[in-house]
């Protein structure tokens, strides 16, 4: 049986978590972290008369009960700390939070990997999610330019998305992009080019009525690709996925970086 212990247990993911992790037949939801609702009955507040539950208002008062996988969906400034803490207490950590940089997540694998335990932080929970990236992948083998925009609400703060960064870092891992004219050389303003990461521009749209989409477009001479993958605002598109990581992460030790990790995908 596999104690969790949830991050961010009444945010919108956390909500459609409780109850899969609740019923499945292999897990125990040992832990939850809610600072807004320290103190009350998680299923008092969720409406679920079986799971009485108490919340934690910090992960570290949530893992003072053994825990074997903390799941955090919180916040970019939260998830960094939450992540150490667990590690500290040698508890393997699958991260849904979005905005971790590359440095984040390079301090967090040396943590981890100094006490042995496993992480794996995933931009993107979703299946079809992990699927672009692996057409992508295959893509920047054979077409040599490519750029990738992200549409999200206007409420999301983080840009990129967690989806767009762990797609520029996978693709890094293939090659950089051909840029005819280098982003430094542009007339007018070189921010209208977009972000920079690791070699891919990466435009980032914030408005109302976006759920979430990402577009990686691909280019040369006398033809485009474009692979696209759309998200809608249910939240239970990610169990599945988190559910997934949590029985995989404690079988590695340090970081790994999306969902692709544990999908039986080729890798040519």
């Not at 762990?166 to 992009?177: F, G, T």
């Not at 988190?242 to 080729?266: C, H, N, Q, Y």
């Amino acid at each position: 049986m596999i104690r969790v212990c949830l991050a961010g247990a009444t945010g919108s993911v956390g909500r459609a978590l409780v109850p899969a992790i609740h019923s499945s037949r292999d897990m125990r939801l040992v832990g939850a972290v809610s600072r807004s609702q320290k103190g009350r009955s998680l299923g008092e507040v969720l409406g679920m008369a079986n799971l009485p539950l108490v919340i934690s208002g910090t992960v570290e008062e949530a893992l003072r009960k053994r825990t074997d996988v903390l799941v955090d969906f919180t916040s970019p400034k939260a998830a960094k700390p939450n992540t150490l803490a667990a590690i500290k207490e040698k508890v393997h950590v699958v991260i849904g939070t979005s905005g971790l940089t590359d440095e984040d997540y390079h301090e967090i694998d040396r943590a981890a990997r100094k006490m042995r335990v496993g992480v794996l932080g995933g931009g993107n929970f979703a299946v079809s999610a992990v699927l672009l990236q692996h057409f992508a992948l295959t893509a920047a083998k054979v077409l040599p330019s490519w750029e990738v925009i992200e549409y999200a609400s206007d409420r999301k703060p983080d840009a990129p998305s967690g989806t767009a960064r762990e797609l520029a870092h996978a693709l890094s891992e293939v090659r950089s992009p051909k840029v005819t004219i280098p982003i430094g050389k542009t007339w007018g303003m070189e921010e209208s080019r977009g972000a920079t990461l690791r070699g891919t521009q990466i435009h980032s749209v914030r408005l109302p009525g976006i759920a979430s989409r990402v577009e990686v477009i691909f280019g040369d001479a006398g033809e485009r690709l474009t692979i696209t993958h759309e998200g809608t605002e249910d939240q239970r598109t990610y169990v599945k996925g988190v559910l997934a990581a949590v029985r995989k992460v404690p079988s590695w030790i340090g970081l790994r970086r999306g969902l692709w990790e544990i999908m039986d995908l080729p890798r040519s």
